[in-house]
C-alpha cells in the first residue's frame, strides 16, 4: 500500500510543473516514500487548485541552447523524431543521425529539453534512456496508460510527439481543441521544412516603396529597353502569327529561337552548338531546377563557390543536395580548393554530382574567373569526372572588355552551359535556355514537360521578333555602358562614406560583395537600415551553411546614380551607428543558426 | 490524468460581448452604405504584416457588403481621403507611425471617423514602459522591467550594466525593443554570454531597450472590443510554440498550437477577461485591443503588452478570439466600423 503523500510537497512539485514520474522517483530518493504515479496523477485531478498540465510540448528544437545550436545537433533531433515516425530519412540526414547517436553514446549523454532552460546534454539514466532524446516524462504524454517500470526502456515511437496523423491527433491527446491554422502541417515533405518566411525576409517588405532606396534586388533596369518599338513588334506578332503564338509550343523550345540563341552564345566562343542542342527553359532558374532533378539525388554533393547565387542555393535545398562551398577569390573560383572539396567528399564516401559556378560577374561576389584559370577548372573537373554547370546570365555585360570565352567553349561534353534573356533583355518574359550534351538535354527535355509542357511560346516568339527586328546588341551595348556608370557611383559613394568598409570593383554584372568592418552582423544591422530607407541583402542568404553575416550585396542594376550615391550616404550612416553598437558590447558577426527559411527579398522587389 | 479543460469561457455577460455584435441582420448581403477606407502598409518594420491584415479586413468588410478601399500610407494620404471621402478609416498599421500616434493625429486633422484608439491614448500604450507603469497604477501585474537606453551603456559600460541587470533580475531575462510589435528584435536570453548580442539586435530596431523578467506560463492574448455596456472580452486565445513565441512562429502557420477558447478553469478565464478590460480601460483604448498575458502557475495573469492595433492577419489572435466568440468575422467588422462612425471623438 502506497503511504499518504504529503500534499504539500506535491502541490508545490506539481506547480513547478514536474511530472508525475519524476515526483515518484523525488519522493523515493529524497522522502523514501513509495507512491505510484497514478496516485500522483489522482491527486492533481482532486486539487484543482494545481493547474493541469500543460499541453504536450512538441519536441522540436527551436530553442536549442546556443552551444548545442549547430545545425548538426539541430538536423539530428529532427531527423530522430522523424524516424520514429516511421518517415526515410535522407542518406545524409541518416549519416548525421548516427554520428550524433555514436557520440552521445560514448560520452554517456542525452539531450533533454527542460522548459525553462531548452535545450541541454545531460548524462544519460542507463536503461532508461534509450536514444539520444530523453523521452517526455510519460505523464505528459499518455497519462492513462498504466505507467512503465523505469527500467523498461519506452520504445521511442511510442513518446514521438508528433504523430504522424499530425496536429489533430496530438491535440485531441492534449485534451483540447487546439488548432495549427494548417491541416496539413503535418504531411509536408522533407524538403518543405526550409520553405518559410523569416524575419529578414518580412524587413524586405519595404524595399519597393519610393522612399527607400533599394539596393537589394537584381532587376533590370527595364526603362532603358525601346519600349514603343517592342510594343508595335509584339502586336504585329499577335495579329499574325497569335494562332502560333498564344498555342502549346514544344518541349524544347522555339527552333527560331534556338537558332537565335546560338547567335547570342557565339559571341562567348561557343561554336559548336547545334540547336537541337539548346533547350529553351522559363528562366534560367528553371535549367537550374531542371538540370537539379535529374543529377541530384538527397544527401548527393553539390559544389558551388562561397558564396553562391541564393537562387541556386534554394534549388539545392529543395532537392535535398548538400552544398559544399569551395572558396573563390579575385580571380574566380580557386583551383586547388576546387580539386581539394572532390577529393575531400569522395573520400568521405560522398557523391560528388556537379560543379555550379557562375564564371563571370558573379552573383554576388562580382568577380570573374580568369581565362588561365578556367582552364584548370576544366581539367580537374574532366580528370575528377565532375560535371561543371555553368551559369552565365551577366557573361555580356562587362564594362570594359569583350567577353571571355564560356567553360563550354572549350568542353562540350563536361560542361552543361545556362543562359538567360533576362539580364540583357527583359526578365519579364522568363525565357532562359540550357545547352547541354545530347543525352542529358533528352532528359532535359522529358523533366520540363514533365513540369511545363511547354515554355512560352508568346515569350518565346516576342524574343525571337526582338532580335530578329530590333538592334539588341546596341542595347547590350547601351545597357553595358548605363550599368558602368551605376558601378561607378556605388563605388564612388563607397570610397567616399564607407571607408571602413572592402570591396571588389566589379568590371561587370550587377553586385557588388561589402565586407563589413569587424563586428558588424549584416543580418542584425538590417532593420536599421529599413529605418533609414535603404536595402541590401545579408550575406548569410549565399551561403548553405550560415556564414556570410560579415558581408552584404548591393545591386547597382536599378537605382539611378544618383539614387546610389543616395543609398549608400544612408547605409554609411547605418554601419556607422552599428560600429558604435558593436563596439560597445563587443559582439561579433553570427551565424545564422537556420540557414534554411527564406532570407531574400522576392525577384519583383527591385 | 488532467481532465480535459472544459471549453471554458462562461458566457457571463463580462466575458463575452454580445450587444455588439453585428447579427447577420446588420450586413445587408449586398448594398454599399457604408464605405470604409482600411489603411495598410506603411514604411515600418512591419509593413509586411500590415499588409496582410489589412487584406484580410478589407475581405471581412467587403463580405459584410461594405465599400472597402485598400490604401498604402503615403505622403499623400489627406489627398486620398479629400477625393474618396470614405465614412470611416480604419488603419492597420502595425509599427512605428501606424501605432504611435502620429497617424491617428493626422486622421483627427482630416476630421474623418476611424477606428480605433485616438492619438494620445495611442501614444502611451505604444511605449511599453509607459504602458507597464500605468497598468501597474490600475493595479495589474506586470513583469518587473527596466528600461535602457543605449547611451547608458556608453556612460557606464555595457559589461557594468549587464552585469547589473543579471544581478537584479537573474536569468532569464526578455530583451525587447521599448516600442515595436511581432516579436521583432525580441530575445529570451539564458545565458549570461548571450546578452550582448540581443542588446545590439534589440538597438538595431531602436534606441531604448526594454529588459524583463522572464516569466513561464501559459501564454494567452485577449481581445477585447467596446460593445454598448463597455469594453468587453473575447475569449482567451491559448498559444502553445514549439520555441518561442518569434516572427517566424506567428506567421507561418504550423510551429504554435492555438486554443480558442484557452484552456483554463473558469476562475482564471474570468480573471484573465477581467484583466483585459481592466487594461483596456487603464490605456484609455477604443474599438479594439488585445492584451498578451502569461497565466504563471499559480493561476495568476501577469500582463506583458496591450496591442492598439492587433494583428488581423490569417495567424492572428484577435480573429481567433471573434470566431470562438461564435460571432461572424464580417458582420463584427462591420460592427466595429459603425461603431466608429458614431463614437464621440476624444
Ligand atoms: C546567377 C544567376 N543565375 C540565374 C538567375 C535567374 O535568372 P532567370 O531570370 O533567367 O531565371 C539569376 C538571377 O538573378 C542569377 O543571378
Same mark, same amino acid.
Given at each position: ?224 529597353l525601346p519600349l514603343d518599338v517592342i510594343g508595335e513588334a509584339v502586336q504585329r506578332l499577335i495579329a499574325t502569327k497569335g494562332t502560333t503564338a498564344l498555342q502549346y509550343g514544344s518541349g524544347q523550345g522555339d527552333e527560331e529561337l534556338r537558332e537565335r540563341i546560338l547567335e547570342i552564345v557565339a559571341l562567348e566562343g561557343i561554336t559548336d552548338a547545334h540547336p537541337d542542342d539548346v533547350v529553351v527553359t522559363t528562366g534560367s532558374q528553371q535549367g537550374l531546377d531542371l538540370v537539379t532533378r535529374i543529377f541530384v539525388d538527397p544527401g548527393d554533393v553539390v559544389l558551388a563557390e562561397a558564396p553562391s547565387y541564393v537562387g541556386a542555393l534554394g534549388v539545392f535545398r529543395s532537392y535535398e543536395a548538400q552544398v559544399q562551398h569551395v572558396p573563390l577569390d579575385a580571380d574566380g573560383l580557386v583551383p586547388e580548393a576546387l580539386e581539394r572539396a572532390i577529393v575531400q567528399a569522395r573520400s568521405a564516401g560522398q557523391r560528388v554530382k556537379f560543379l555550379y559556378t557562375i564564371p563571370n560577374y558573379h552573383n554576388p561576389a562580382g568577380v570573374t574567373l580568369s581565362l588561365e584559370r578556367r582552364q584548370r577548372v576544366l581539367e580537374i573537373c ?35 552551359? *545556362?543562359? $538567360?534573356? /533576362?539580364?540583357?533583355?527583359?526578365? @519579364?518574359?522568363?525565357?532562359? !535556355? %540550357?545547352?547541354? =550534351? ?59 562614406? *564607407?571607408? $571602413?568598409? /572592402?570591396?571588389?570593383?566589379?568590371? @561587370?554584372?550587377?553586385?557588388? !560583395? %561589402?565586407?563589413? =568592418? ?89 | ?346
Amino acid at each position: 500500500m502506497p503511504r499518504k503523500l504529503p500534499a504539500e510537497l506535491v502541490t508545490r512539485l506539481l506547480r513547478e510543473g514536474m511530472g508525475p514520474r519524476a515526483i515518484v522517483e523525488h519522493l523515493r530518493e529524497h522522502e523514501g516514500i513509495e507512491v505510484s504515479p497514478q496516485a500522483i496523477s489522482t491527486f492533481r485531478q482532486r486539487h484543482t487548485d494545481v493547474p493541469p498540465q500543460h499541453s504536450t510540448r512538441r519536441v522540436v528544437p527551436w530553442d536549442v541552447r546556443p552551444e548545442h545550436r549547430s545545425s548538426g545537433y539541430r538536423r539530428a533531433i529532427l531527423a530522430y523524431h522523424r524516424r520514429a515516425q516511421g518517415r526515410t530519412l535522407t542518406g545524409e540526414e541518416r549519416r548525421n543521425l548516427e554520428h550524433v547517436e555514436r557520440t552521445l553514446r560514448e560520452a554517456g549523454q542525452v539531450i533533454d529539453y527542460q522548459p525553462a532552460q531548452g535545450w541541454l546534454l545531460v548524462p544519460a539514466r542507463p536503461g532508461v534512456d534509450t536514444g539520444i532524446v530523453r523521452e517526455p516524462e510519460a505523464s505528459m504524454t499518455h497519462d492513462t496508460t498504466p505507467t512503465q517500470p523505469a527500467t523498461t526502456p519506452a520504445p521511442s515511437a511510442a513518446a514521438a510527439p508528433a504523430p504522424p496523423g499530425g496536429p489533430a491527433a496530438s491535440a485531441t491527446a492534449a485534451g483540447g481543441a487546439g488548432t495549427r491554422l494548417d491541416p496539413w502541417f503535418g504531411s509536408y515533405a522533407a524538403r518543405a521544412h526550409g520553405m518559410r518566411a523569416s524575419e529578414i525576409r518580412a524587413l524586405f517588405a519595404v524595399a519597393n516603396r519610393p522612399e527607400v532606396v533599394s539596393l537589394a534586388g537584381g532587376m533590370p533596369f527595364i526603362e532603358g529597353l525601346p519600349l514603343d518599338v517592342i510594343g508595335e513588334a509584339v502586336q504585329r506578332l499577335i495579329a499574325t502569327k497569335g494562332t502560333t503564338a498564344l498555342q502549346y509550343g514544344s518541349g524544347q523550345g522555339d527552333e527560331e529561337l534556338r537558332e537565335r540563341i546560338l547567335e547570342i552564345v557565339a559571341l562567348e566562343g561557343i561554336t559548336d552548338a547545334h540547336p537541337d542542342d539548346v533547350v529553351v527553359t522559363t528562366g534560367s532558374q528553371q535549367g537550374l531546377d531542371l538540370v537539379t532533378r535529374i543529377f541530384v539525388d538527397p544527401g548527393d554533393v553539390v559544389l558551388a563557390e562561397a558564396p553562391s547565387y541564393v537562387g541556386a542555393l534554394g534549388v539545392f535545398r529543395s532537392y535535398e543536395a548538400q552544398v559544399q562551398h569551395v572558396p573563390l577569390d579575385a580571380d574566380g573560383l580557386v583551383p586547388e580548393a576546387l580539386e581539394r572539396a572532390i577529393v575531400q567528399a569522395r573520400s568521405a564516401g560522398q557523391r560528388v554530382k556537379f560543379l555550379y559556378t557562375i564564371p563571370n560577374y558573379h552573383n554576388p561576389a562580382g568577380v570573374t574567373l580568369s581565362l588561365e584559370r578556367r582552364q584548370r577548372v576544366l581539367e580537374i573537373c574532366k580528370r575528377h569526372g565532375v560535371l561543371i554547370i555553368e551559369d552565365n546570365p551577366y557573361g555580356l555585360l562587362g564594362f570594359d572588355r569583350e567577353p571571355l570565352p564560356a567553360l563550354r567553349a572549350f568542353d562540350d561534353e563536361g560542361v552543361v552551359y *545556362l543562359g $538567360s534573356f /533576362s539580364k540583357t533583355f527583359a526578365p @519579364g518574359y522568363r525565357v532562359g !535556355w %540550357v545547352i547541354a =550534351p545530347h543525352a542529358v538535354r533528352e532528359k532535359l527535355v522529358l523533366a520540363s514537360e514533365s513540369s511545363i509542357l511547354s515554355p512560352s511560346n508568346a515569350s518565346q516568339m516576342a524574343i525571337t521578333t526582338y532580335l530578329a527586328t530590333c538592334d539588341w546588341r546596341g542595347q547590350i551595348k547601351a545597357y553595358r555602358e548605363m550599368y558602368r556608370e551605376r558601378r561607378d557611383a556605388m563605388v564612388g559613394a563607397l570610397s567616399e562614406h *564607407l571607408p $571602413s568598409a /572592402s570591396w571588389n570593383v566589379p568590371d @561587370g554584372g550587377f553586385y557588388v !560583395w %561589402v565586407r563589413l =568592418p569587424d563586428g558588424l552582423d549584416a543580418r542584425s544591422m538590417l532593420p536599421r537600415a529599413v529605418t533609414e530607407r535603404v536595402a541590401y541583402v545579408p550575406g548569410t542568404a549565399f551561403f548553405y551553411d550560415g556564414q556570410g553575416a560579415d558581408h552584404m550585396r548591393l545591386s547597382f542594376c536599378y537605382p539611378t546614380p544618383e539614387r546610389i550615391r543616395e543609398g549608400v550616404r544612408r547605409l554609411a550612416s547605418v554601419v556607422n551607428s552599428e560600429a558604435d553598437l558593436v563596439r560597445l558590447f563587443g559582439t561579433h558577426a553570427e551565424p545564422d543558426d537556420d540557414p534554411r527559411d527564406a532570407e531574400h527579398p522576392s525577384p519583383n522587389l527591385a | 490524468m488532467t481532465p480535459p479543460t472544459p471549453a471554458t469561457t462562461p458566457a457571463a455577460p463580462d466575458v463575452v460581448a454580445p450587444g455588439l455584435t453585428g447579427t447577420s441582420s446588420t450586413a445587408p448581403a449586398h448594398g454599399t452604405d457604408l464605405s470604409v477606407a482600411v489603411l495598410a502598409g506603411g514604411l515600418s518594420h512591419e509593413r509586411d504584416v500590415s499588409l496582410r491584415s489589412g487584406r484580410r479586413v478589407a475581405e471581412a468588410l467587403r463580405a459584410a457588403g461594405v465599400d472597402v478601399r485598400l490604401h498604402d500610407v503615403d505622403a499623400d494620404l489627406l489627398g486620398f481621403l479629400r477625393t474618396t471621402r470614405p465614412d470611416v478609416v480604419w488603419p492597420l498599421l502595425h509599427g512605428a507611425g501606424g501605432e504611435d500616434g502620429s497617424l491617428r493625429d493626422v486622421l483627427e486633422l482630416a476630421g474623418v471617423p476611424y477606428v480605433g484608439t485616438g492619438p494620445r491614448a495611442s501614444r502611451a500604450a505604444w511605449d511599453k514602459p509607459i504602458a507597464k507603469e500605468r497598468l501597474q497604477q490600475a493595479g495589474l501585474t506586470t513583469p518587473e522591467w527596466l528600461t535602457l537606453p543605449q547611451e547608458l551603456f556608453r556612460d557606464l559600460g555595457a559589461a557594468a550594466v549587464l552585469d547589473a541587470v543579471v544581478e537584479r533580475f537573474g536569468l532569464p531575462v526578455v530583451v525587447k525593443p521599448t516600442r515595436g510589435g511581432s516579436a521583432l528584435g525580441v530575445t529570451r536570453v539564458q545565458r549570461r554570454e548571450d546578452l550582448a548580442r540581443a542588446m545590439v539586435d534589440c538597438f538595431a530596431y531602436g534606441g531604448s531597450a526594454l529588459i524583463e523578467q522572464a516569466v513561464d506560463g501559459i501564454e494567452v492574448a485577449v481581445s477585447v472590443i467596446d460593445s454598448p455596456t463597455g469594453p468587453t472580452a473575447l475569449p482567451p486565445v491559448e498559444i502553445v510554440v514549439d520555441g518561442t513565441y518569434d516572427y517566424d512562429a506567428r506567421y507561418n502557420a504550423g510551429r504554435v498550437e492555438y486554443f480558442a477558447p484557452a484552456r483554463l478553469d473558469d476562475h482564471v478565464a474570468r480573471q484573465v477577461a477581467t484583466d483585459a478590460v481592466a487594461a483596456h480601460r487603464a490605456l484609455d483604448l477604443r474599438h479594439l485591443s488585445r492584451t498578451d498575458m502569461i497565466v504563471r502557475p499559480d493561476g495568476a495573469p501577469t500582463v506583458l503588452e496591450v496591442n492598439v492595433a492587433p494583428g488581423m492577419t490569417e495567424t492572428s489572435l484577435f480573429p481567433q478570439a471573434v470566431v470562438a466568440a461564435g460571432h461572424d468575422v464580417p458582420a463584427l467588422y462591420r460592427s466595429i466600423a459603425e461603431q466608429a462612425l458614431t463614437s464621440v471623438r476624444r
